[in-house]
């Protein structure tokens, strides 16, 4: 199964209810929130008071990406204020299998995230532990950058690695997606896919509706 994840990173902040109801009413099931802390990455995004409020307004599955150091300070903080998907990065994590066993106590999907130059080795150990596991397709900390080519091969190898070990976990997607990038991150096997410059800049709705088109005649190519 397909979903699209529109990343609010992009989205208008002024007029940030209106936008999420827009992807909401257009049939997008998740909701992208990337959590910036000035320190693992160079930006500081939002945090916890936006999710709340989001939370009031929205049935969406919250996709909450943190890109913050030693996150488990946060993951109850973030699993009590409504996030259902909590995505940290490996690299952010001294003790990974800690974490994750965290978020799963506190009710919720564990993602693991992975920059484009970490190696799908971190997750020999773990990857029975994640719900999902989150490939960087850029290096995280901006919206608006071109996709890296050579993670489409990584997704590839994190697919067959997932099959060969039985394993249901999700791949999601994250940075660059765009007309052109889309169909190779399907092929290669990615199932969520993020999108934020993609879909908040011109037509939000329009642009939800587009992706979701995309996947449908894309399961209908693969049958
Ligand atoms: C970047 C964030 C992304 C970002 C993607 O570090 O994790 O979720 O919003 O933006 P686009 O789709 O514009 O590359
Ligand atoms: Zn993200």
Do not use: W
């Not at 990173?9 to 997008?28: Q, Y």
């Not at 990584?154 to 765009?178: C, F, M, S, W």
């Not at 190779?184 to 642009?207: M, T, Y």
């Amino acid at each position: 199964m397909y979903i699209v994840s529109p990343s609010i990173l992009a989205a208008d902040f002024s007029n940030l209810g209106r936008e999420i109801k827009t992807v909401e009413e257009a049939g997008a099931r998740y909701l992208h929130i990337d959590v910036m802390d000035g320190v693992f990455v160079p930006c500081i995004s939002f945090g916890m008071p936006v999710l709340e409020s989001l939370r009031k307004v929205s049935d969406m599955q919250f996709d909450v990406h943190l890109m913050i150091e030693k996150p488990e300070r946060y993951v109850r903080e973030f699993a009590q204020l409504g996030a259902d998907i909590i995505t940290v990065h490996a690299e952010a994590c001294t003790h990974i299998d800690r974490v994750l066993s965290q978020i799963h106590s506190a009710g919720k999907k564990a993602g693991i995230a992975l920059n484009p130059g970490t190696s799908l080795s971190v997750l020999d150990c773990v990857l029975e532990l994640a719900d999902m596991v989150l490939i960087m397709t850029v290096n995280p900390g901006f919206g608006g950058q071109k996709y890296i080519p050579y993670c489409t091969e990584k997704i590839r190898t994190l697919r067959r690695q997932i099959q060969e070990r039985g394993l249901l976990a999700d791949i999601e997607v994250d940075g660059g997606i765009n007309d052109e990038t889309l169909p190779r991150v399907l092929e290669a096997g990615a199932n969520v896919i993020v999108s934020g410059s993609g879909i908040f800049r011109g037509d939000p709705g329009e642009n939800v509706k587009q992706m979701l088109a995309v996947f449908e005649s894309y399961e209908r190519q693969k049958k």
